[in-house]
């Protein structure tokens, strides 16, 4: 028997002066992290943030995952990173996406340097 030790990745993610989508509040936003379906189909969902009720300038929470899970180890393999504006009566409204990978997410922690959010 093999015991392997799984590499995890730990994420925080804030935003900063997000767009207001909501009329009378503010937008309520949380953050959705993809990666391409191991069947080379589409896109499969790996984490979704809790949502920042009435903010434009979130922190969300640590996200903890296996790189496994998240890139099949591969630094280079894109990640989709979307922003999204909860509605509860209505469709969630996209305040904006980036594609990254790994490596790009490591060297923007290291360098502590912002990414824009592309809309739509």
Do not use: H
Not at 44 to 52: A, L, N, S, Y
Not at 71 to 89: S, T
């Amino acid at each position: 028997m093999s015991i392997r030790r799984q590499q995890m990745v730990r994420l925080r993610f804030e935003g900063r002066k997000l767009e207001d989508l909501d009329f009378w509040t503010k937008s309520d936003p949380y953050l959705a992290l993809s990666r391409p379906a191991k069947n080379g189909s589409g896109v499969v969902q790996v984490r979704r943030t809790e949502t920042i009720w009435n903010n434009l300038n979130p922190s969300w929470k640590v996200l903890y995952i296996p790189t496994a899970e998240l890139c099949d180890g591969n630094l280079q393999m894109p990640l989709n990173i979307e922003v999204f504006d909860e509605d509860r009566n209505s469709r969630d409204d996209l305040i904006g996406r980036i594609e990254l990978t790994l490596s790009d997410l490591q060297n923007l922690s290291n360098s502590g340097s912002p990414v824009i959010l592309k809309k739509g």
